[in-house]
């Protein structure tokens, strides 16, 4: 009995010569750096070759226990750590299929062995769980490419002890091209000039880095242009800090044909363009008042219901032809009033009733499971994918597995049957039996908020009724503190003016996808809060201000900059507003089926009208889903066919009734004919040498072909088909 | 953010990447710049594929591919995998013939085939084991983009395609191999994979986006075809759509802060190949069947099915990467007139109608190839969905079957593939006595997938990003070197 208390007196003085090594502390970071956590390894959704572990060990009990208790614990081997799997594996001296992860003369390798010789203790969470990460240095200015940083990453955990954690911290750059993270050494390079942002991370803890490589050319001179409002002296607050010189405004003519486009979808009509050219009220002024003209028109309710429902997937298939129109009228209403963006939010999320009399409610019919209503209501008015997070905590979020199912239980609740008339259904909440399970265990998910709100209601006792919860969901989502409802909507709002979000893509915010100007972005969520949720002053706000007026020409400090608004850049008119707009400048608009005639595309109620054809081809959102990314703007072959060889152009510009066959039997002069074409079609005047080679077209053969081939030109030309 | 996958390298020119970069400078060897990086990131995508594989047998041999697909799931045992020594219940009626591989034999009504085999192998050992019930969307699904459906109702019905759906295997090969002449770089003829009301699920881009979808010739080739997007409008003769581009041009360029700035778009990279599709009449050739001779024509056999094969043959000519030729029926049609789902009267319509026909078709397709040199760079593949149940009569999908019928059956089935490198006049893997499961050499659809994408030089195990950028394997599953002589 003396002789073994001694002995393991003596074994337990050798072992205490080594550090303590726990799990959480030591062993973790090892599997996450060593890859064994990786997502095409043991991290994968079945894992591998019968060992799983959590993708990236977000759940380090989990992969502990796997460790210790799969495959009768042959995983490691307390009396002789070398022979164990655990460290026999990584480094190859068993056949490995994930190859050499370590070698044997490595400090990896001698903790594990500590570990599994200490006794594989799991560690104390209170006391071996990274509580904080810090990362030097905070904030990385390159003057020229070519430089060279080293990163450090601390770990503070929370006893207040810290520990270097660069080696094992997972560094990347989401824009390599511009700043190239050696994770070997755990330096950042600028490769060439512009912005990047660093993402670090360790055991469950994330940092960004913002990188800028700035310009290296000297001679950089800030030439201070007028500013409009807020807006322009917070983008021309970060171009001059990046050397960044914006350009001027766009010219008249190109102005009108923008905004009008961007607010109401259609082109200017000739006359309008002519009326606008000639007006010689001073330019702001002019423009200001031409808004506020657009943003009054039934083309503005039009084109925002448009892109309402697409967004609130406002289709037949869900909803039957009756509740489309019927949610399409509640939506044009809402808009048409300029109701405040909170309260038909709130009125979205808290409906009830019939789908006919109560047409908000369809709300509940487009999606009909409580987390498909969570991830599209977050990804719709928070600007956030929850998406990933179901079965796994997101990798690049802090949003855990149970943060998704807390969410879904506000929705969990929610009940559809049956109405009373044909096609009609009824959204009621439901009285029991509608908790939100969790799938590991079945335990069940108390609904609760994703982020705190300061002032948000508190959540009463858990079992708390269907009908509270959303109360509760709405009025903590649409709250003047939530952090990320206005920020997610003023975000979006600026991206349909501007081509891009200052967070983009607009419905994907995570901590990894940083703003490219949060004061900008804060000052306008702001100010959208302080107006009430008014989209139409925000609205008024964008367009208003230089950087939206900016014209598409670069200058040589400028020009390789396409995130930070220092000029307008060109964009493809979508399918709709393209489709309205041939019918314009033609004068033959095509009829569609089941709505009057004379129904722009615009105005079409679903994607079921017109489909397969012109408007599917150009990229119109099948609302098949809320993302933002349903709506495709590209120009390649198949649509490149269409324009060129297609019916649509084609047929238009020939058409008896159009605006060439009127303008041919009208026999008024080629110049005027050449002038009305281009004002239809590029909403601009020619340019004197682009009217004499009309001219010289139009002389070179029949006079009505000729003029049907030069529409056919501008309605192909890139003038035509972007707006600029 | 603009994220290049793979490893950016300079290019052959020596030009830098911040070169490259800046937008607004004219594009290099007259592209802009997304084709530019397209065609760098396939480039480098393909040389570090190429490195992966040097030596490979069988890596890169394949130019292009002529996928024949046989929707509806043809019977294997009653067509490939007879088994004359089985019960009465499971050999069915038809006996079965020697072919040009020793040792293996095929069903009497494909005599044609059984001379054809010789450029071929055969693959008795397709299997795999779906999830749920297997209706022919979900397996046509999982046969072509390599991916199990997403949301599967209890029948196994899917949803319509929509752009979050894993793309088909020709999109992907048309997005990695960008076209340098001008013709269409993959077809889909002559009608869509459907079953019931879902019409082509598995036959589109999905995430790829639909500058990658097939070019769609759904028109019976037995007839002349009329393909108005790529002929020349009656009111628009060349002359007059040359003046046209002209036109187009000169408007253009009196704008060049806007060509400036939409430089790196490519856009009249697309007109120039839209105009050259148009006015070069290659694309338009290929469709033209009256260019070949009537004797050639019977050969392959004038129905729907054979002059698609034919058509086929003539779009790998003229230079098409990826030709889907879809059997000529809705995948659950009727058996007694079209269709390969012969959950009742197996026997009649596979003797005097299918059989006749894919024996006809296919054999003529291989002969024809063969002659032509064309087997080299071409791989042939002729499977289905799914083969039938070895049991007659039972019930194995949840569909009812008559008692001369057989149900669906994806544990165990056949393919014939050849060219490219794949070996000829050889059987490969082998099914059970009753044709009910491989007996060895099991080979999974994705490991046919896997097998192509090698074959093209392109890695299956390579990295794509969904719509969501989310990373995923291009293809899940293992190349079958043994396949190649």
């Known amino acids: 009995m003396k002789y073994l208390a001694v002995s393991s007196v003596l074994v337990a003085g050798l072992l205490a010569a080594e550090p303590r090594v726990t799990y959480l502390k030591d062993v973790a970071p090892i599997l996450n750096k060593a890859g064994c956590t990786s997502g095409p390894c043991h991290g994968a959704a079945k894992g591998k070759n019968g060992f799983k572990l959590s993708l990236r060990g977000y759940d380090p009990q989990f992969d502990y226990e796997a460790l210790l208790y799969d495959l009768s614990g042959r995983r490691f081997n307390r009396a002789e750590p070398g022979k164990s799997l655990m460290l026999a594996k990584p480094t190859q001296e068993i056949p490995h299929g994930g190859g050499l992860r370590f070698e044997t003369s490595t400090t990896y390798y001698k903790t594990i062995f500590n570990w599994i010789a200490q006794g594989v203790p799991f560690g104390d969470p209170a006391k071996d769980k990274v509580a904080t990460l810090a990362v030097e240095p905070t904030d990385i200015a390159m003057a020229k490419p070519g430089e060279k940083l080293a990163l450090k990453v601390t770990a503070t955990y929370p006893d207040g002890t810290t520990r270097e954690v660069t080696r094992e911290a997972t560094i990347e750059s989401n824009t390599p091209d511009v700043a190239r993270v050696d994770a070997a050494n755990a330096t950042v390079a600028g490769e060439r000039m512009g912005e990047a942002t660093l993402l670090l991370r360790y055991e469950g803890k994330y940092a960004t880095i913002p990188v800028a490589v700035l310009n290296p050319k000297p001679g950089f001179v800030w030439k201070p242009l007028a500013q409009h409002n807020y807006i322009d002296q917070l983008i021309d607050a970060k171009l001059q800090k990046m050397k960044v010189q914006p350009s001027g405004l766009v010219d008249d003519a190109a102005f009108l044909r923008r905004v009008s486009l961007d607010l109401t979808g259609q082109l200017p009509a000739p006359e309008e363009v002519r009326a606008f050219l000639v007006d010689v009220t001073p330019n702001k002024l002019k423009r200001s008042k031409m808004i506020d003209k657009l943003m009054a028109k039934p083309a503005f309710v039009d084109q925002w219901t448009m892109k309402w429902s697409d967004l609130l997937q406002s289709s037949r298939k869900f909803l039957g032809e009756k509740g489309t129109y019927g949610f399409r009228e509640w939506i044009r209403e809402s808009l048409a009033a300029n109701k405040p963006y909170d309260a038909w939010v709130r009125e979205l999320i808290t409906s009830s009733g019939s789908s006919y009399e109560s047409p908000e409610a369809n709300y509940y019919r487009t999606t009909r499971d409580a987390k498909a209503t969570m991830e599209k209501t977050t990804q719709v008015f928070m600007g956030t994918r929850m998406v990933c997070a179901q079965c796994h905590d997101h990798p690049f979020e802090k949003w855990t597995q149970n943060q998704y199912f807390e969410m879904s239980a506000f929705f969990s609740g929610v009940g559809v049957r049956p109405g009373y008339e044909v096609g009609e259904e009824i959204i009621y909440n439901q009285r029991a039996d509608f908790e939100m399970k969790h799938p590991k265990d079945g335990r069940v998910m108390a609904p609760k908020y994703l982020v705190a709100s300061a002032g948000a209601p508190p959540l009463p006792a858990y079992d708390f009724d269907a009908r509270k919860r959303r109360e509760a969901f709405a009025n903590w989502l649409t709250s003047r503190e939530n952090p990320m409802f206005a920020k997610s909507a003023a975000n979006r709002v600026w991206s349909y003016f501007l081509g891009r979000g200052i967070i983009d893509p607009v419905d994907d915010i995570r901590a990894s996808n940083p703003p490219v100007n949060a004061a900008l972005l804060d000052a306008l969520t702001k100010d959208f809060v302080a107006h009430n949720f008014d989209l139409r002053y925000l609205m008024r706000t964008i367009v208003n201000s230089r950087a939206y007026q900016a014209s598409i020409t670069t200058n040589e400090w400028n020009a390789t900059d396409v995130t930070n608004f220092s000029h307008a850049m060109p964009r493809r008119l979508g399918a709709e507003s393209l489709m309205d707009a041939v019918a314009q400048a033609t004068g033959a608009r095509p009829n569609f089926p089941e709505v009057p005639d004379d129904t722009a595309a615009t105005q079409l109620p679903d994607p079921h009208v017109g489909k397969e054809g012109f408007l599917d081809l150009f990229g119109r959102p099948t609302r098949e889903t809320a993302c933002e990314c349903e709506r495709r703007t590209e120009l390649s072959l198949p649509q490149a066919l269409n324009l060129v060889n297609g019916a649509t152009i084609s047929d238009a510009v020939a058409d008896p009734k159009g605006r060439v066959a009127k303008l041919v039997l009208s026999g008024r002069p080629d110049a005027a004919v050449v002038e009305e074409l281009y004002l239809a079609s590029l909403s601009r005047l020619p340019s004197k040498a682009e009217a004499e080679s009309g001219l010289a077209y139009l002389a070179g053969g029949p006079r009505a072909g000729r003029a049907q081939d030069l529409l056919w030109a501008l309605l192909n030309s890139k003038a035509f088909l972007y707006s600029w | ?485």
């Open chain 2, 1 to 485: 953010m603009l994220s290049i996958p793979g490893r950016a390298v300079r290019n052959c020119d020596g030009v830098s990447r911040r070169e490259l970069m800046r937008i607004g400078s004219i594009g290099l060897m007259g592209l802009g710049l997304p084709e530019f990086l397209a065609q760098k990131a396939s480039a480098a995508n393909e040389s570090a594929a190429a490195k992966k594989y040097a030596g490979a047998r069988g890596f890169g041999q394949a130019k292009s591919v002529i996928m024949i697909f046989l929707q509806g799931g043809p019977s294997h045992i009653d067509i490939w995998d007879p088994k004359p020594d089985a019960a009465s219940n499971i050999r069915g009626e038809f006996k079965p013939i020697p072919t040009k591989i020793k040792g293996t034999h095929i069903s009497e009504h494909m005599p044609m085939m059984a001379q054809a085999l010789d450029k071929a192998t055969l693959i008795r050992s397709m299997s795999y084991t779906p999830n749920g019930l297997f209706n022919h969307t979900a397996a046509i699904y999982q046969m072509l983009t390599g991916y199990p459906p997403d949301k599967v109702s209890p029948s196994g019905q899917l949803e319509p395609p929509n752009g979050a759906d894993f793309p088909n295997i020709g999109s992907h090969i048309s997005k990695m191999k960008p076209m340098t002449e001008p013709v269409l770089p993959f077809v889909e003829l002559p009608r869509p994979l459907q079953e019931s009301g879902i019409i082509g699920k598995g036959g589109a881009a999905g995430f790829l986006g639909k500058a990658y979808d097939p070019y769609r010739m759904y028109q019976d080739p037995v007839r002349p075809i009329q393909l108005d997007d790529l002929s020349l409008r009656k009111d628009v003769p060349a002359d007059r759509l040359k003046d046209r581009f002209a036109l187009l041009k000169g408007i253009n360029q009196s704008m060049p802060d806007l060509e400036k700035a939409l430089d790196s778009y490519a856009i009249d990279e697309y007109y120039g190949k839209a105009y050259d599709l148009v006015l070069s009449g290659k694309a338009r050739d290929a469709f033209d069947l009256t260019k070949e001779k009537d004797t050639m024509r019977e050969r392959y056999g004038m129905h729907t099915f054979g002059q698609s094969t034919l058509m086929a043959r003539r779009l790998i000519e003229a230079g098409t990467k990826f030709v889907q030729v879809n059997w000529p029926s809705v995948a659950n049609g009727d058996p007694e007139t079209t269709a390969w789902d012969t959950h009742a009267a197996n026997f009649g319509p596979l003797k005097n109608l299918h059989c006749p026909k894919l024996d006809r078709s296919l054999s003529a397709l291989l002969e024809d190839m063969d002659q032509r040199g064309m087997l080299k760079e071409t791989m042939v593949v002729a499977i289905g969905e799914f083969g039938r149940s070895p049991k007659i009569g039972v019930s194995t999908s949840g569909n009812s079957n008559a008692p001369d019928g057989r149900d669906h059956w994806p544990y165990c089935y056949s393919a014939v593939v050849a060219g490219a490198g794949i070996a000829r006049g050889v059987q490969y893997g082998e099914s059970d006595a009753t044709a009910s499961s491989p007996k060895e050499k099991p080979v999974h659809p994705n490991d046919l997938l896997a097998t192509i994408y090698y074959a093209l030089g392109v890695d299956p195990d390579m990295e794509i990003r969904n719509h969501l950028n989310q990373p995923r394997e291009l293809v899940k599953g293992k190349i079958v070197a043994d396949l190649f002589g």
